[in-house]
């Protein structure tokens, strides 16, 4: 793939390893109202190998007995895939469906497709499911996320060999992924972090709440950037929850963002993916978590994809390219944020981060795409790719910003664009960008 205009380039390297990963309502009071904090990692124990019931040609699973101090024990399914020989490792990525996590992520619509495409890129697939449901007592949700959190450090020293550590969840995959980031500090072996279609249970006090407060409402409302859905999403999610069983003024505590939660995840990039269709609390909920990470963060909205992500071809690709994308570079990751949808007659504004004092160029393209661009890494925007700016970051923040001006044509209306940066050797996400009335 050719870059109009791009000039000479350091080499990127690129090698990355990802997760991916349900929701609450009403608070119910009950035993849980006596369920005490979350206190320290489990452990693991290797029940069998392989699964009941065997695993696909090129895969092995295990069976695991997980146990974290005042819950009861819990198992979990495994499923290894490798890539075909002679591909080259880039990394692991560990995937897990939403609600309970009950089965596997590769058995629902459109999974095995993007585990596929993650194979084909050099990356070993642990596809986990849990043979109960990982939330599923009293002693509430965060408690309970010991049981991934100590799933993904085992994964992490038992199966992963080299390039980059990744997990992605859906929905209440999601919120495991996100708990393991701001209660167990799992941010320290993450590379990249990708939840999508939340994370749900960021601040369970507010969407727990039925019918939901006016302050919530107009939080709520205004969370969301403007002009990415095709809905207006829920505030809350469904009365009676299992999430929501808990005291009032616990529920503040059980969730992601509890008081005192590390926000700060200075080697992990947290890519989030919010399908343009889902119409549920999920997307303010994610939007919350979005908002409080004060590392390195990316959003993105892809079209024609409902809650569950990996449905629709927009959101496979997004996933894949936010694990593509989180690729180790030197001396530091980069990424590329628009403020808002640009209007006809107005500016696209992005900002950049990278590397201090690097140069940076930002590229744009009519198509997405994702080409091993020899030897600079992933490009995701398609051929012809034109650099549309250029500069130099801060020498101190890394910081940068870029701005575009938008033709007042009408003509212009619902017109998309991939945008995609690269500083100093490091590319950025790619962005894409409808022009707005």
């Given at each position: 793939m050719k870059?109009?205009?791009?000039?000479?380039?350091?080499?990127?390297?690129?090698?990355?390893?990802?997760?991916?990963?349900?929701?609450?309502?009403?608070?119910?009071?009950?035993?849980?109202?006596?369920?005490?904090?979350?206190?320290?990692?489990?452990?693991?124990?290797?029940l069998a190998t392989p699964c009941p019931g065997g695993a696909g040609p090129g895969t092995t699973?295990?069976?695991?007995?997980?146990?974290?101090t005042g819950i009861p024990d819990i198992d979990v399914r495994v499923r290894v895939t490798n890539p075909a020989a002679g591909v080259p490792m880039r990394g692991t990525v560990l995937m897990g469906v939403g609600g309970g996590g009950v089965g596997f992520y590769g058995d629902r619509v459109g999974g095995a497709p993007l585990q596929m495409d993650l194979l084909a890129a050099g990356f070993r697939v642990v596809d986990r499911s849990w043979v109960s449901g990982w939330f599923n007592d009293a002693a509430g949700v965060r408690k309970q996320s010991c049981r991934y959190a100590t799933l993904l450090t085992w994964v992490r020293a038992n199966l992963h060999t080299g390039g980059a550590f990744c997990a992605?969840?859906?929905?209440?995959?999601?919120?495991?992924?996100?708990?393991?980031?701001?209660?167990?500090?799992?941010?320290?072996?993450l590379d990249v972090a990708v939840p999508t279609g939340g994370p749900p249970m960021s601040r369970l006090d507010l969407l727990c709440q039925t019918p939901a407060t006016p302050q919530w409402t107009s939080q709520c409302m205004n969370v969301v950037p403007a002009n990415v859905m095709t809905c207006q999403p829920g505030c809350t999610v469904m009365p009676g929850h299992t999430v929501c069983t808990r005291c009032p003024t616990q529920l503040r505590q059980d969730s992601i963002l509890f008081l005192g939660a590390q926000?700060?995840?200075?080697?992990?990039?947290?890519?989030?993916?919010?399908g343009a269709n889902d119409c549920s609390s999920a997307v303010p909920a994610g939007m919350l978590f979005h908002t409080a990470v004060l590392s390195e963060k990316i959003v993105e909205f892809p079209a024609n994809t409902p809650h569950w992500v990996a449905t629709s071809q927009e959101g496979r690709d997004a996933i894949l390219r936010a694990i593509l994308?989180?690729?180790?570079?030197t001396p530091g990751p980069a990424s590329m944020q628009w403020r808002a949808m640009p209007q006809v007659g107005g500016l696209l504004e992005i900002d950049l981060a990278g590397p201090a004092g690097a140069d940076w160029y930002v590229a744009l393209s009519l198509t997405p795409a994702i080409t091993d661009f020899a030897p600079f890494g992933w490009l995701f925007i398609g051929s012809p790719a034109l650099v549309v700016g250029n500069g130099t970051l801060h020498p101190m923040t890394g910081r940068g910003a870029f701005n575009l001006a938008v033709p007042n044509d009408p003509i212009l209306i619902g017109f998309e664009v991939f945008f995609q940066g690269l500083t100093g050797t490091c590319l950025t996400n790619q962005s894409r960008v409808v022009v707005a009335p």
């Amino acid at each position: 793939m050719k870059v109009n205009s791009m000039p000479a380039l350091s080499s990127v390297h690129v090698a990355a390893v990802c997760v991916v990963a349900v929701l609450c309502v009403s608070s119910l009071p009950g035993q849980g109202c006596t369920a005490g904090p979350p206190t320290g990692l489990g452990t693991v124990a290797v029940l069998a190998t392989p699964c009941p019931g065997g695993a696909g040609p090129g895969t092995t699973c295990h069976v695991l007995r997980i146990s974290c101090t005042g819950i009861p024990d819990i198992d979990v399914r495994v499923r290894v895939t490798n890539p075909a020989a002679g591909v080259p490792m880039r990394g692991t990525v560990l995937m897990g469906v939403g609600g309970g996590g009950v089965g596997f992520y590769g058995d629902r619509v459109g999974g095995a497709p993007l585990q596929m495409d993650l194979l084909a890129a050099g990356f070993r697939v642990v596809d986990r499911s849990w043979v109960s449901g990982w939330f599923n007592d009293a002693a509430g949700v965060r408690k309970q996320s010991c049981r991934y959190a100590t799933l993904l450090t085992w994964v992490r020293a038992n199966l992963h060999t080299g390039g980059a550590f990744c997990a992605t969840g859906n929905s209440g995959g999601s919120g495991e992924l996100c708990y393991a980031l701001t209660t167990w500090g799992r941010g320290a072996i993450l590379d990249v972090a990708v939840p999508t279609g939340g994370p749900p249970m960021s601040r369970l006090d507010l969407l727990c709440q039925t019918p939901a407060t006016p302050q919530w409402t107009s939080q709520c409302m205004n969370v969301v950037p403007a002009n990415v859905m095709t809905c207006q999403p829920g505030c809350t999610v469904m009365p009676g929850h299992t999430v929501c069983t808990r005291c009032p003024t616990q529920l503040r505590q059980d969730s992601i963002l509890f008081l005192g939660a590390q926000r700060n995840f200075p080697t992990t990039r947290v890519h989030q993916v919010i399908g343009a269709n889902d119409c549920s609390s999920a997307v303010p909920a994610g939007m919350l978590f979005h908002t409080a990470v004060l590392s390195e963060k990316i959003v993105e909205f892809p079209a024609n994809t409902p809650h569950w992500v990996a449905t629709s071809q927009e959101g496979r690709d997004a996933i894949l390219r936010a694990i593509l994308g989180g690729a180790a570079c030197t001396p530091g990751p980069a990424s590329m944020q628009w403020r808002a949808m640009p209007q006809v007659g107005g500016l696209l504004e992005i900002d950049l981060a990278g590397p201090a004092g690097a140069d940076w160029y930002v590229a744009l393209s009519l198509t997405p795409a994702i080409t091993d661009f020899a030897p600079f890494g992933w490009l995701f925007i398609g051929s012809p790719a034109l650099v549309v700016g250029n500069g130099t970051l801060h020498p101190m923040t890394g910081r940068g910003a870029f701005n575009l001006a938008v033709p007042n044509d009408p003509i212009l209306i619902g017109f998309e664009v991939f945008f995609q940066g690269l500083t100093g050797t490091c590319l950025t996400n790619q962005s894409r960008v409808v022009v707005a009335p």
